[in-house]
């Protein structure tokens, strides 16, 4: 095997933000002891100096990712000078990360996940290890691996994928471009959110915060529980394109009306397919818990809010009370840039749904009544997030949280949380465009899930490779993944099948691995 080649990797031309001394973060940009760690894997042998200069022009225009964070006077991203970003250069002959070498082709991988340099957030806030950006390229006689490992503080999943997109395409030039970020920091419009509200609204709204926001340890002697907390076994829910659309198509007949549990009150707007998604998956969850779920906390992108009569927010272009007074005053603001970079991020928590004190319906009923009634209640949170108001006051308290942790050197986690469960799909975000000249035969990896079970994440599955060498990617298709307690995966696959069959009306049900 050869030695592994480290390089540092300098932007080439122009920087978008040529000039500026540094970035100010947004309070909700304090994931600090958070990182992305992402690997697309290229069934070709690529030019690794091609690789690298189209690597070089992409610093460019993602600046942010070759600055410094400076904690003081505040918190921010020191653009002056930029610094080169380290590159990792690898040779294996029999990489464990190939994709062809099996049928399922698991977009996430068992730990430690893909074989790329990581980004430690610990040396990172120390400035031991200054980096934002660590890149990795592995290569074989047939196969190149391409990773990324990010700071949060810079960048959610829908940047770095847009990153990864902007890298592909200065590799490989086709006919799209992908458009360039948009930066709005803190200054843009004003310093922080305003925080006017009285004390029912702010009530109400912290009732609509995430545990994980009040979930921190010191990271100055992290505790070991919260990496082992319990034995866990990971389990992989794969559903077919065909299998999203049956049971999407059986929810909206049920929401209709055409087939309502008796007791259940019809939607006022239409389920979505992650909703339908999102339900199945945690009504089959309760099967492995002690305490049924009752409330469901999906991350949402506020950059892509699909309603064209709302305000499209992100986080820096609600740093001003003037939009939200505009808004009130029902004058239309102009609409933020759906590139903005930094984290959109937002969790829309459910009303708590009442379900069977056991979790378990033990009918096809009261399954069916089960999964739309979650998928009813997250539909009604995410409905919640279009609302500028709503998104405003969710952003300046989460702000407060996120600030208050980071300022006082404590990271959040994510601990079990009977009754409540995280969701963090990016199945409707576009992972194969990011292809390096390879169209249709790319995979994406990612690490492993958090070590609990109540973290729930959803991806577009992968291609398969047939064994005549073909790739075939079902458009549609679901990858889910979560842990539960050691012993209780075979409870958990019973549960699938049987509200697939109460639901989708199918003998055939999802995939269920376990690993």
């Known amino acids: 095997m050869s030695q592994d080649a480290h390089e540092l990797i300098h932007p080439s031309g122009p920087?978008?933000?040529?000039?500026?001394?540094?970035?100010?973060?947004?309070?909700?940009?304090?994931?600090?002891n958070f990182t992305l760690d992402i690997s697309y894997i290229i069934p070709a042998r690529l030019e690794v100096s091609?690789?690298?200069?189209?690597?070089?022009?992409?610093?460019a225009v993602f600046p942010l990712f070759c600055g410094r964070l400076v904690k003081e006077p505040q918190w921010a991203i020191s653009l002056q000078p930029l610094q080169p970003i380290p590159l990792i250069v690898k040779h294996e002959l029999e990489p464990s990360w190939d994709p062809s070498a099996g049928s399922t082709n698991a977009v996430t991988r068992p730990r430690p996940g893909p074989s790329i340099e990581k980004i430690k957030p610990l040396a990172l806030l120390s400035g031991a290890e200054p980096?934002?950006?660590?890149?990795t390229i592995t290569t074989t006689?047939?196969?190149?691996?391409v990773g990324i490992s990010c700071s949060h503080t810079v960048a959610d999943l829908y940047i770095v994928l847009k990153f990864l997109r902007t890298w592909s395409q200065h590799f490989a030039p086709s006919g799209?471009?992908?458009?360039?970020?948009?930066?709005?920091?803190?200054?843009?419009?004003?310093?922080?959110?305003?925080?006017?509200?009285?004390?029912a609204r702010r009530e109400y709204m912290r009732a609509r915060l995430?545990?994980?926001?009040?979930?921190?340890?010191p990271l100055d002697d992290i505790p070991v529980s919260i990496f082992a907390p319990f034995p866990i076994r990971r389990v992989d829910v794969r559903f077919t394109a065909a299998q999203v659309a049956q049971l999407h198509d059986a929810l909206l007949r049920c929401d209709a009306g055409t087939e309502t549990p008796p007791g259940v009150a019809g939607s006022a707007t239409k389920l979505s397919r992650q909703d339908a998604l999102s339900a199945f998956v945690v009504a089959a969850l309760n099967a492995a818990y002690d305490t049924p779920v009752t409330q469901i906390s999906n991350v949402v992108n506020v950059r892509r809010i699909p309603d064209p009569t709302a305000i499209l927010l992100t986080v820096a272009a609600l740093l001003t009370a003037t939009h939200l007074m505009a808004t009130v005053q029902g004058r239309q603001p102009h609409r933020p840039p759906e590139d903005a970079v930094g984290n959109g991020l937002l969790y829309a928590v459910t009303d708590p749904v009442d379900v069977p004190a056991d979790g378990n319906s033990h009918d096809k009923e009261g399954d069916n009544a089960t999964v739309l009634a979650y998928a009813r209640a997250v539909r009604a949170s995410i409905a919640r997030t279009r609302d500028p108001a709503y998104v405003h006051d969710f952003l300046a308290l989460a702000g407060q949280e996120w600030l208050a942790a980071a300022q006082n050197r404590l990271g959040h986690c994510i601990l079990e949380t009977p009754g409540h469960v995280i969701v963090n799909s990016s199945y409707r975000h576009d992972w194969a465009s990011a292809h390096f000249g390879h169209p249709g035969t790319v995979c994406w990896q990612?690490?492993?899930?958090?070590?609990?079970?109540?973290?729930?994440m959803m991806f577009p599955?992968?291609?398969?490779?047939?064994?005549?060498?073909?790739w075939r990617a079902d458009q549609g298709a679901c990858e889910a993944t979560f842990n539960v307690k050691a012993g209780r995966e075979g409870t958990l696959e019973v549960a699938v099948a049987r509200i697939w069959g109460a639901v989708a009306r199918d003998a055939v049900a999802p995939t269920v691995i376990a690993h």
């Open 446 to 456: 990612h690490p492993d899930t958090v070590p609990t079970d109540n973290y729930v």
């Open 210 to 217: 995430p545990p994980l926001l009040f979930h921190t340890f």
């Open 15 to 32: 920087s978008l933000l040529a000039g500026e001394e540094e970035y100010l973060l947004n309070t909700n940009d304090l994931l600090i």
């Open 50 to 59: 091609q690789l690298r200069d189209a690597l070089a022009r992409t610093l």
């Open 461 to 470: 599955s992968n291609p398969v490779r047939t064994p005549t060498g073909e």
């Open 141 to 145: 006689p047939h196969a190149t691996l």
């Open 131 to 135: 980096k934002l950006l660590k890149v």
């Open 176 to 199: 799209v471009r992908e458009p360039p970020p948009v930066y709005l920091d803190a200054r843009t419009e004003s310093t922080r959110l305003s925080l006017g509200l009285d004390a």
